[in-house]
Every structure is written in C-alpha cells, then in structure tokens.
C-alpha cells in the first residue's frame, strides 16, 4: 500500500492567518482526498483533489476557505485560509490503494488560537 | 445523501468481554470498511467486506456485511485492553465518484 508523508504534523496558529498542508505520496495517485476531524468526532471529506483540474468540494466546504493544489501526481496542499478557533480540527489527506481500502496520512493537529 | 449510523458511540469494558459494533444505512454501498486509528495517527484499515452476506476473520474480530449490502457489525471477541480505540465505518459510493462516508466512531475502552 501507499506510504503517505504529511506536514506539518501539529501547528498553533494565530486567528486570522492561514495554513497550507502538505500531503507526499510515494507513488503516483489518480485521486486524493482531504478529511477533517473536529475533536472527539469521526471524518468529514472535505474535497477530491485530481491531477489538472479544480478539487471537487463537498456540501459545506469551499474553495476561498480550504484551497487545495495538485501540481502532480504525488503532492497536494490544503490551505486552511482566514482561520477561527472553529478550524480548530485534525486534518488528514487519504489516497485510495487498490480495488478496495484507502491509506491515510497521520494527520496534522491545528490548534488556532 | 449517504449516511452511516454506527453505534454505540462509547463502549467500556472489562478484559475478555465480548462486544459487537453495529453500521447502518439506508443506502446500498459498493463496499464497507473498517478502520481503527489511534490517537496522533490516522484510520488504518482492518477489512474491507464487498459481497452481500460476506463474513471475515482477522484474529478475534470477526466483520459482517449485510445480505442487502447496506449494514455490516464488528465484533470482537475476548477483548484486549490492545483492542483499545477508536473504530470506525466508513462505506464506500459508487456512480463514477469513489469516496468514503464514515459512520460516527466508536470509541472502544478495555480495561484490564
């Protein structure tokens, strides 16, 4: 399966100021997606990202708040814009292996103050 | 919209206890998952169920997939304070666009 590289992997950032993830997979991905996990709670998809063309967001979620990069097949960003301490969350990127199971990266905890 | 009701939330229990954790839907999914994660990590996946009235073993966690494909159950038998953590469902769609849905989490405690 994927190997799956995420930075930073916790931050405390000021409200107001903005933050950019960065996901590395160690081989090539059609498809990569990005969670949120509010404290205590399950996983939200937050948007799919594909290789060339614009992440594809979920109901709740936008691209002026959570901008997202795919420059290629093995890398994508989130940018958390403008935070609030409401962000306050863990953010995860996930890539599907194989016909069935996707692998997650460990998170990044964001703390916003 | 998919949703996945998976219960219970929580879960406290003595070392050799057995417990059974329930995902329901509505709706049919192309495949259900389960994932355990464990603080500061994210979910690593335990099994993946596709046929209806699947079953499989891994050990003492035995997964369920509903004849209808649209419930599945964990259950684990003789429990482990290492079974300690959070289990989570997730179901998968179809229709020319892959992505999970995930059920609440159950948060699994095995005292010893």
């Known amino acids: 399966s994927a190997v799956i590289s995420q930075k930073p992997s916790r931050d405390i950032c000021q409200r107001g100021t903005s933050l950019t993830i960065q996901c590395q997979v160690d081989?090539?991905?059609?498809?990569m997606f990005w969670y949120r996990q509010q404290p205590g709670q399950s996983l939200t998809l937050i948007a799919t990202?594909?290789?060339?063309?614009?992440?594809?967001?979920e109901s709740g979620f936008v691209i002026d708040k959570f901008p997202i990069s795919r420059p290629n097949l093995t890398f994508s960003t989130l940018t958390v814009s403008n935070m609030s301490p409401e962000d306050s969350s863990i953010y995860l990127c996930s890539v599907k292996t194989g016909i069935y199971g996707y692998t997650f990266g460990s998170g990044t905890r964001l703390t916003v103050v | 919209t998919q949703l996945l009701e998976q219960s219970p939330q929580f879960l406290s229990i003595q070392e050799g206890e057995n417990l059974t954790v329930y995902c329901n839907s509505s709706?049919?999914?192309?495949?259900l998952q389960w994932y355990r994660q464990e603080p500061g990590e994210g979910p690593v996946l335990l099994v993946t169920?596709?046929?209806?009235?699947e079953v499989k073993k891994l050990k003492r966690l035995t997964f369920q997939f509903g004849d209808a494909r649209k419930d599945s159950s964990l259950h684990i038998t003789a429990a482990q304070p290492g079974d300690t953590g959070l289990y989570l469902c997730a179901g998968e769609s179809s229709g020319g666009y892959n992505k999970l849905i995930f059920g609440a989490g159950t948060r699994l405690a095995v005292h010893p």
């Open positions: 081989s090539q991905v059609t498809m």
């Open positions: 169920v596709v046929t209806g009235g």
């Open positions: 709706s049919v999914f192309s495949s």
């Open positions: 990202a594909n290789q060339g063309s614009e992440a594809t967001y």
